[in-house]
């Protein structure tokens, strides 16, 4: 008999549904499920909470009918195996999607970089790394993007989005992109105003920019707590 059939018989004998052996055990119902179809394996931790709560012990729920078998001992240790050598696939597949989130999210930097570059510098009065690098952004509604670079900004937002997604934070890697995308059209659009050269403020695309990055930031926040308390629920383990 294999380690599921004990316990969804273990269970069955004890009189308990799988819900409530998975509110004791401290995982979810569908754990539950894979452990008795055989989809999975408990860790060593939950299997000795499973022997505890259906009145049982550990070796039998792993002994083997059958001659030669691997001992209780082995089991485990084999078991404990298993749940190490997922936990760094686990973290393996993590990093991976870390680095590609983070990859998408300098490649959506630097195309604004460039399409900066090519729509406000003009390459014939330059080098093309002067071009690239050095040459100050000018004509209509250049003001933004220049500032952005002129401040750093650009690239603090940049550094931000990228750390974002290496911390596995990607919905707020995301909304910190899109923020930035959005406040520097906003604020080409709408941060012109021509009625406060008197005063000195021309243009407050700034303050759009800053607004709906700020906005777009505490956005990724709530969605990456909405998130992550979905996934607790669905996955306590």
Known sequence: MALSDRIKNCRQSAGLSQEKVAELVGVSRQAVTKWETGQSAPSTENLFRLAEILGTTVDFLLSEEKQGSPTPAEQIYYLYKLEQEQKAALRAAQRKARLREALFALLAYL???LVGRILWCDLSQSSFKGWL???????EHSYLYGWLLSSHLFWYSMAASLLFALCGKFLLSRMTTGG???GIVFGMLFGPYPEGAATGNTHYGWLIWGMILLLAVIAGIILEAVKKKRKS???PV
């Open 111 to 113: 195309l604004i970089y």
């Open 133 to 139: 690098f050095s040459v100050r952004p000018a004509g």
């Open 180 to 182: 930035f995308f959005l």
């Open 233 to 235: 629920r669905e996955y």
